[in-house]
């Protein structure tokens, strides 16, 4: 038994051996093991899915009817994830009561090794969101990933889609039909002009210098393999492959960027801290680098990514270190681009609009001059206009009524600035409002999807009014539709989309703890002239002492210099002792408390001031987490879709 057991271990050892004995090899980079290169000269991914969802009709009820008090209804959303990891990877917005939604939504979906090599499925579910219960199964859709990828109808162009949804069981139907599109487009590889702009290799310019390199340094490599008798060619053919990806990372490493292709994936690692701790006040004078690792007053850290003012990723919390070691990252598709083209030979097709391609967060600034086109009815000539986003409102009252140009105005004739959140599934909505005993009326509406606005750029929309009935006013808000019914005159306004959060984005950050986060980066970025932004520097000539009649800031107060003070306003930077009046004579105590109130957010962030008590500290820590405890109670009474939120280190 032993000389059998002994025979059969020995016949394994030599048939492993046998793998990397001549001709065959392995073939080990030396260079980047010795060097100890772990930066990632290309992304994990190898593409991105886009999907495109736009409506769905027929499925089932989520909430039955309850006989004559009321018929069934649903409040529909689509999660799409991957069917086996079953991970959502996004969400739709949810259209609430309606059993005829349409979204218009976008997803971009990276694809990966992992998801290639599980031969995954792309699924697309109808769910019914409920508050108090778990949500409702309404049908899905599967789609396998490598027939995505290798169908010509969906690579590198859109695939438009009509299609039943099935159950559980994906035999089994069930009613309903979701209309979407899909397609799928790999990463490029390097660009023209990116090879003659490389200086890695001076004496190649185009692919086929760089082929023939490849393939002269494979032949010097593999002339054992070359020699022997038997048939290599695919061994040579897959080292080839290698050689030619690691000399074409090497090359886009050297070279900046195709203009022609602005958008990609963005690949982030987060490696290490050095030298983190608290900002003490009374640090000892001879503390050695041992006396300050064995303290005990050391940071728990994390590390948080934020992403056009969005938080989208967290690190694990490293307890107790000065140099905490994470070795995290993650990859996000950045669309902040003017095209999106089609990769095809010879064809240049646009797959998505420029407006497809900003930031979430914004404020979009309408002109403090709305006018009328076509024939509107007179008894609408008399009203205030009430413009409203998820996040605020604002109003236009009527000036000069009786003339032959009618137009509305803003108070005080100031733009109205509007916080926005979402801004790809969220709406500007215009209202005609009448005064009434009670409730006031909305005899007629116009809607303005955001979607459809470019970035820092100002235009004049001109959008059709329709009668503002009450089911109709609350199915444009949330549906992207045109049919609201007949159309009875149009009203032109100028708006303009800023990105990024601002001060009118203060009452969002009081209600959520992650924008407030974001919103004290920024700050503490903008205190050490880290970051620049363009509202601040596009907006020299802007009309000062504008402000909102949003329901963040309903006071007539304002700050001068425009959008400049608003934005330090809100990222929290503060006067200096030289921007003070000059003619103000107070009393000291009275500078001084009025100094420290403009600075305070400093002095708090560095444990100076009133927080250079521990009680202090304390009692705000407390008061976090019962607005924390708030924020959650909150929630959890709302509607939820499957959106998965800020990605957490695995």
């Not at 996004?90 to 998801?115: C, H, Q």
């Not at 159309?487 to 708006?495: F, K, M, P, Y």
């Amino acid at each position: 038994m032993d000389r059998l057991l002994s025979s059969f271990v020995q016949d394994s050892i030599d048939a492993a051996l046998a793998e990397y004995v001549a001709p065959k090899s392995l073939t080990l980079d030396l260079k980047r093991m010795l060097v100890g290169d772990d930066f990632k000269k290309d992304v994990t991914a190898y593409g991105v899915l886009l999907v495109r969802i736009i409506s769905a009709v027929g499925f089932k009820e989520g909430d039955h009817s309850l006989g004559r008090l009321g018929e069934g209804s649903s409040d529909p959303y689509v999660a799409v994830c991957w069917a086996k990891f079953g991970k959502p990877v996004w969400s739709t917005r949810i259209i609430k009561d309606d059993m005829e939604p349409v979204w218009e939504e976008t997803a971009f979906v990276l694809v990966g090794p992992n998801e290639v090599n599980a031969m995954e499925r792309l699924r697309v579910q109808l769910w019914d969101s409920d508050r108090t219960s778990a949500d409702d199964d309404l049908g899905r859709i599967e789609v396998d990933l490598k027939e995505i990828m290798s169908d010509q109808r969906s690579f590198t162009q859109m695939s438009h889609r009509c299609d039943g949804f099935r159950a559980l069981s994906l035999d089994e139907e069930m009613p309903g039909k979701l209309t979407w599109s899909i397609g799928y487009f790999p990463k490029l590889r390097i660009q023209k002009e990116q090879l003659k702009s490389q200086t890695l290799e001076p004496g190649i310019r185009n692919m086929q210098q760089m082929e023939d390199k490849v393939a002269k340094d494979v032949r010097k490599k593999m002339r054992e393999a070359s020699a022997s008798s038997r048939d290599e060619s695919p061994e040579i053919r897959q080292q080839e492959a290698q050689d030619m990806e690691t000399l074409e990372d090497n090359m886009v490493a050297s070279t900046s960027p195709s203009q022609d292709f602005p958008s990609g994936i963005l690949s982030l690692q987060i490696h290490q801290l050095s030298g983190l701790e608290f900002e003490r006040s009374n640090k000892p004078l001879n503390e050695t680098e041992e006396d300050r690792d064995g303290c005990d007053d050391l940071p728990s850290s994390y590390c948080t990514v934020i992403l056009n003012h969005q938080s989208i990723f967290k690190t694990r919390t490293k307890p107790k270190s000065s140099e905490p070691f994470f070795n995290a990252g993650t990859e996000r598709f950045i669309r902040d681009v003017s095209i999106l083209t089609d990769a095809r030979v010879h064809e240049n097709d646009p797959l998505l609009p420029p407006v497809s391609l900003g930031w979430d967060y914004g404020t979009i600034d309408v002109a403090a001059c709305a006018t009328h086109e076509g024939e509107l009815p007179l008894s609408l000539h008399n009203l205030r206009l009430k413009i409203s986003t998820s996040l605020a409102h604002g109003k236009m009252y009527p000036v000069r009524a009786d003339s032959e140009e009618k137009h509305w105005c803003g108070k005080k004739g100031r733009n109205l600035r509007l916080a926005v959140q979402q801004r790809y599934r969220s709406c500007l909505v215009i209202e005609f409002r009448k005064n009434r005993l009670g409730l006031d009326a909305t005899p007629a509406f116009a809607v303005l999807w955001l979607q459809n606005v470019p970035d820092e750029e100002e235009v004049g929309v001109r959008l059709p009014v329709f009668r503002g009935e009450k089911a109709i006013l609350a199915r444009a808000e949330s549906n992207y539709s045109c049919d609201h019914g007949k159309q009875i005159g149009s009203i032109v306004v100028t708006i303009k989309f800023w990105r990024g959060l601002n001060r009118f984005h203060r009452g969002l950050a009081g209600k959520n703890t992650k924008t407030h986060h974001v919103l004290e980066v920024l700050s503490t970025a903008m205190d050490n002239r880290e970051i620049k932004s363009a509202m601040i520097d596009d907006e020299e000539g802007t009309e000062e002492g504008s402000s909102s009649d949003s329901s963040d800031a309903q006071s007539d107060s304002h700050e001068t210099g425009g959008f400049r003070a608003e934005l330090k306003a809100a990222l929290g930077t503060r006067r200096t002792s030289g921007d003070e009046d000059s003619g103000s004579k107070g009393i000291a105590p009275l500078r001084q408390l009025q100094d420290y109130r403009d600075h305070s957010d400093q002095l708090h962030r560095h444990n100076r001031g009133l927080m250079q008590w521990k009680g202090a500290r304390t009692a705000k820590w407390m008061k976090s987490k019962i607005t924390d405890g708030k924020e959650q109670l909150v929630e959890s009474l709302k509607h939820h879709n499957r959106d998965p939120g800020v990605e957490n280190e695995v």
